[in-house]
């Protein structure tokens, strides 16, 4: 089993739409989830950071975290054609930022 | 403020050679992490630096290793390449054990 797993993709939606993206990861004792953006020939971009259970808004952009299931959530509302790219999920269990391969999203004009 | 450095932005070089990647992290930021990302795949971690001291090492053969100086810049140093060595590799830098910005990358390619 993958540390950190995600749907490949691609995701498309269109424009407007709200755009989910879900991330499982399997080491109990981590301790902060991050996102990130990653547009092609491009290096991550940090977009979100979650460390405690619940919501955490931030623009356009809302992170979810459920410790008990292992799994943190991205949600883009009103999605722009801008937005289409990777989004790489990371777990930071033990001093070694873990990713999983990334999602891609295409934002459908 | 400048965000994360990195020198080279492109580099080719043959088999059995060796290469130096360098990385300024941003200003305040006392850690630097260096990733391995292969097309298609999430950064894979390579080595964390802190106030000079290596604080993890991710799973990479022994012909990888890295420093951090003084004005806590880093260098990562592969040996021995191989074909299997091509890839973006990416620095990035933190305060502390926190949130991770990365620098535009180095891209190996080894022929």
């Known amino acids: 089993q993958k540390e950190v797993e995600q749907n490949s993709g691609p995701l498309s939606v269109p424009e407007g739409a709200i755009a989910s993206l879900n991330c499982t990861y399997s080491d109990r004792g981590s301790q902060s989830f991050f996102w990130y953006r990653q547009y092609s020939g491009k290096s991550p971009e940090l977009i979100m950071f979650i460390y405690s259970n619940g919501d955490k808004e931030d623009g356009r952009f809302t992170a979810q975290l459920n410790k008990a299931s292992q799994y943190v959530s991205l949600l883009i509302r009103d999605s722009q054609p801008s937005d289409s790219a990777t989004y790489l999920c990371a777990v930071y269990p033990a001093r070694q930022l873990t990713f999983g391969s990334g999602t891609q999203l295409t934002v459908l004009p | 403020d400048a965000g994360v450095t990195q020198s080279p932005t492109h580099l080719i070089k043959t088999r059995g050679q060796h290469v130096t990647l360098r990385c300024s992290p941003i200003s305040g930021h006392k850690s630097v992490s260096w990733y391995q990302q292969v097309l298609g795949q999430g950064p894979q971690f390579i080595f964390q630096y802190y106030e000079k001291e290596e604080r993890g090492r991710g799973n990479f053969p022994d012909r990888f290793s890295a420093r951090q100086f003084p004005n806590y810049s880093s260098e990562l140093n592969v040996n021995a390449l191989l074909l299997g060595d091509s890839a973006l590799y990416l620095c990035?830098?933190?305060?502390?054990?926190?949130?991770?910005?990365f620098g535009p990358g180095t891209r190996l390619t080894v022929l």
């Open positions: 990035a830098s933190s305060r502390a054990d926190n949130e991770q910005f």
